[in-house]
């Protein structure tokens, strides 16, 4: 198993960062793939190969996503809780 915290927390040393969430998706060939969220600061140039590149680094490899999406914003609840679970399901925007 693998907590998304860890993920999340490794994502965040990355200069560029803004926001990140990390969720498992379905996926047919891992069950579930790590797809990372992530809401960049204004003038960064990150790229997906640059995330997985930079948590592989410094987590173990099943703990790197295999998908890294770049997202305006995150969707949240009135209180600003990340709605995991409209990622997950495909809701979020």
Known sequence: MVASREVEDAIFTLDGVAEVAVVGVPDEKWIEAITAYV????GSDLNAESVIAHVRGRLAGFKTPKTVRFVDQLPKNTAGKILKRDLRD????
């Not at 809401?39 to 204004?42: A, D, E, M």
């Not at 495909?90 to 925007?93: D, E």
């Open 90 to 93: 495909g809701s979020a925007g």
């Open 39 to 42: 809401v960049t600061t204004p």
